[in-house]
């Protein structure tokens, strides 16, 4: 039997099922939407197959304690879900889940470990890398890989040896692979090509070069190896993903990836006045800063004939 209970600014469905609630529906208008660890005196653990799909408006979204199982395209099409928070427990995935969430950046985890109801999950990570939340969205969303989508695991050394070693393979693979044309309409093959083949390679490059920095920015758990393979990228790739992504206005604003740059020497004569006019034109005023102290303390080159007037 469905039954009803208010939010904020809607509405969800449910039932009782075997004395533990299931979520059938959402219907409203709420941007952070918190399902209750408990109703009617039932722990929630459910989230049914298509209970949040295509809700466009819902930015953030938490998940109870309790929760085992989340079901068939849940939460696809949520066009405009940034967050989506989980306890850290073994959680039964269904069928694309979260099928075209493209604004799906970060999964956060909360510890259960002190067997008390979350009430803010967001003071209870299960690790103190800000960058887990990331990497757990890019299972999902990049990688492709629900095999580690361990959200008891995440933040454990085991987990970033197998994730890394996911996002290298994930590195060499062709920037073109799975590339998939949609036609809708009468196009002919070389339209194609001259406009999705290029948005496709470009979103593969600046993909593994935001996993590469992330990595390197914040190498919790980051053996040698690995850590030689991100850089090796990063250089490679300069020019072809990395320096693109390091223009958007999310990386731009941080100063540690110029500086990962500059330590690599990735920074030369050579390109150091041509990315100064791109953060110029980004605004990115810190960014230039630590460019431009580089510039005049490690690039600058003494003139012969000046020295001579003096």
């Given at each position: ?122 003071t209870s990570p299960v690790s103190q890398d800000p960058a887990l939340p990331f ?105 072809t993903g990395v320096w693109e992504l390091l223009c ?63």
């Amino acid at each position: 039997m469905c039954r009803q209970l208010l939010t904020p600014q809607g509405i969800l469905s449910y039932e009782i099922q075997s004395n533990t609630i299931s979520i059938l529906s959402y219907e409203g208008n709420d941007h952070y939407l918190v399902i209750p660890e408990i109703i009617e005196n039932y722990f929630v653990t459910g989230i049914s197959p298509k209970a949040f799909l295509g809700k466009r408006q819902i930015e953030q979204l938490v998940l109870p304690s309790k929760t085992t199982c989340i079901g068939d395209w849940a939460f696809a099409h949520m066009t405009a879900l940034k967050t989506l928070t989980i306890p850290s427990k073994d959680i039964a995935l269904g069928k694309q889940v979260f099928l075209d969430c493209p604004m799906l950046a970060e999964i956060k985890v909360y510890d259960l470990s002190s067997g008390d109801p979350v009430i803010n999950p967001d003071t209870s990570p299960v690790s103190q890398d800000p960058a887990l939340p990331f990497y757990l969205a890019t299972v999902i969303m990049t990688l492709k890989n629900s095999f580690l989508f361990l959200p008891a695991c995440v933040g454990k050394q085991n987990w970033y040896e197998d994730f890394d070693e996911a996002v290298c393979h994930f590195l060499d693979r062709p920037d073109d692979e799975g590339f998939e044309p949609v036609y809708l309409g009468w196009f002919e093959d070389e339209d194609v090509m001259a406009t999705q083949y290029p948005k496709y390679t470009q979103k593969k490059r600046m993909e593994k070069a935001a996993l590469s920095l992330k990595r390197l920015r914040f190498p919790y758990a980051l053996n040698d190896d690995f850590r030689k393979l991100y850089e090796n990228y990063i250089i490679s790739h300069l020019e072809t993903g990395v320096w693109e992504l390091l223009c958007t206005p999310l990386y731009a604003a941080d100063c540690s990836y110029f500086k990962i740059l500059i330590d690599l020497g990735a920074i030369r004569e050579n390109n150091i006045d041509r990315f100064l006019a791109d953060l110029n034109r980004q605004g990115a005023c810190e960014a230039v800063a630590v460019l431009l102290h580089y510039k005049e303390t490690h690039l600058k080159k003494e003139d012969f004939w000046q020295n001579l007037d003096l």
